[in-house]
């Protein structure tokens, strides 16, 4: 199956088992149980976050049920979801009063969302997504440093030199990356903008999804940040993301200072510590 129209059928499925109020809701436990179908040997619930946590994969119900469907082939994988459609269709019929059924489902709700809660309470180590265009191979290696810094402070980076080899998919690779991080590093250079304005190669696929995702979450926009390698912001960032403050890493005088700053915005960290407040003074009365 065509990637993208695989992607549209998958958001479909999504947004049908995914209505909080509704009995088509599928926790992780009841999709789990609907794979165990196909394939009585997969990993159960308990099983299968355990191994995500300790991989530091994404608990993201939209990102597991993803990755699994994508391991089947096209035909099982089909006969997957027409069964979790007839699970979905079956249940939205039932009498509106509460069925053990319900309860049961109810209460692996709760405990996949505390369970989420838990994990994500032990986690220090922030994840982030670079994205960059290979521009040559001193923008590539000032890149990888940039890389080798952040993981010295802590963070878990995610680039496509550390994860890809010969064999793997590129969109796939993309796609997972952008949506686990916590945050989104995008690397600014005019060759980056121009492939990103032609909507060409893996920049210009990597801009699509993260424009997409930014647009709909505007105001509250946190993470995603934008980095100014080189040239200007007119020269070098596309224009709806003028919009947003980037942080200069052009004079590289000031790169030690910018290695802190960038790291500092990946922990939610303010650049500059507000100063508590005092007391009114007396002159002010």
């Known amino acids: 199956m065509d990637k993208f129209n695989w992607i549209r059928?998958?958001?479909?499925?999504?947004?049908?088992?995914?209505?909080?109020?509704?009995?088509?809701?599928?926790?992780?436990p009841r999709f789990l149980g609907i794979i165990r179908e196909f394939d009585e040997t997969y990993a159960d619930y308990q099983q299968f976050i355990a191994y995500r946590n300790e991989k530091?994969?994404?608990?993201?119900?939209?990102?597991?049920?993803?990755?699994?469907?994508?391991?089947?082939?096209?035909?099982?994988?089909?006969?997957?979801?027409?069964?979790?459609?007839?699970?979905?269709?079956?249940?939205?019929?039932?009498?509106?009063?509460?069925?053990?059924?319900?309860?049961?489902?109810?209460?692996?709700?709760?405990?996949?969302?505390?369970?989420?809660?838990?994990?994500?309470?032990?986690?220090e180590n922030p994840s982030v997504f670079i994205s960059y265009s290979w521009d040559n191979e001193e923008h590539k290696n000032w890149v990888l440093n940039l890389a080798k810094r952040l993981r010295e402070n802590g963070i878990e980076v995610i680039l496509d030199r550390y994860e890809l080899q010969g064999g793997k998919n590129i969109a796939h690779f993309m796609d997972r990356a952008l949506e686990n991080a916590d945050k989104v590093l995008v690397?600014?250079?005019?060759?980056?903008?121009?492939?990103?304005?032609?909507?060409?190669?893996?920049?210009?696929?990597?801009?699509?999804?993260?424009?997409?995702d930014i647009y709909k979450n505007i105001a509250g926009n946190s993470k995603y940040i934008p980095v100014l390698k080189s040239g200007t912001m007119e020269t070098s960032v596309p224009a709806f993301i003028q919009q947003f403050i980037a942080i200069d890493v052009r004079d590289d005088a000031q790169y030690e200072q910018k290695v802190r700053e960038i790291t500092l915005t990946l922990y939610d960290k303010p650049?500059?510590?507000k100063p508590g407040i005092g007391k009114k003074p007396r002159w002010a009365e």
């Open 187 to 212: 690397i600014f250079t005019p060759n980056y903008k121009l492939k990103a304005d032609k909507r060409e190669g893996g920049v210009g696929y990597e801009y699509s999804i993260l424009n997409n």
């Open 271 to 273: 650049i500059i510590k």
């Open 9 to 28: 059928k998958y958001n479909d499925l999504f947004e049908t088992i995914n209505q909080q109020n509704s009995e088509a809701y599928f926790s992780g």
């Open 56 to 123: 530091g994969l994404s608990t993201s119900r939209k990102t597991y049920f993803f990755d699994i469907l994508s391991q089947f082939q096209d035909d099982v994988r089909d006969k997957i979801i027409e069964r979790i459609y007839e699970v979905a269709n079956k249940a939205e019929k039932k009498p509106i009063e509460k069925t053990v059924e319900k309860e049961v489902s109810e209460l692996a709700i709760k405990i996949e969302k505390e369970e989420k809660i838990s994990s994500s309470e032990v986690i």
